[in-house]
């Protein structure tokens, strides 16, 4: 069976940022960039991959941890970059975990494969836009 594909994109900063989404039946693959190139690649995984509707809660205190493994440029310990991607990585797994949830929570939580290729800086506050602006893109083309 074929994936179910989404796209979009929006402008940041005068560059065209795309993102698109592939639904397989036990992963989603997002892929995030500017060039059509990835540079950096990440998987999300959960530790409870079943939650029952009785453990949410109004503060989604319940919320699996997200284990995020580098699979693709990861840069070195000090690549402020590195770093950002990675805690967007999370972000974007958490995002996506807390909308299981919330609207078929006796499913299993898919893996998440997130794809990277956008213009990170060593401004923490642009790069701390830009994961605003990714975070925007990736729930408009998952749910």
């Not at 036990?26 to 939650?51: A, D, P, R």
């Amino acid at each position: 069976m074929f994936p179910k594909i989404k796209q979009t994109s929006k402008n940041y900063n005068g560059k065209e940022i795309q993102a698109i989404s592939m639904r397989f039946s036990n992963q989603i693959t997002i892929l995030v960039t500017i060039s059509g190139k990835i540079g950096q690649m990440y998987m999300m995984t959960y530790e409870k991959s079943v939650m029952s509707p009785v453990s949410i809660t109004g503060d989604m205190s319940t919320l699996p941890e997200i284990g995020v493994r580098t699979l693709l440029g990861g840069g070195g310990e000090d690549d402020i970059k590195s770093h950002w991607a990675q805690i967007t990585a999370g972000q974007v797994g958490s995002l996506l975990a807390r909308q299981q949830m919330l609207v078929r929570p006796d499913v299993r939580i898919p893996r998440v494969c997130l794809g990277l290729h956008v213009p990170w800086t060593d401004d923490n506050e642009k790069n701390g836009d830009l994961t605003v602006v990714i975070l925007e893109l990736v729930k408009e083309i998952c749910f």
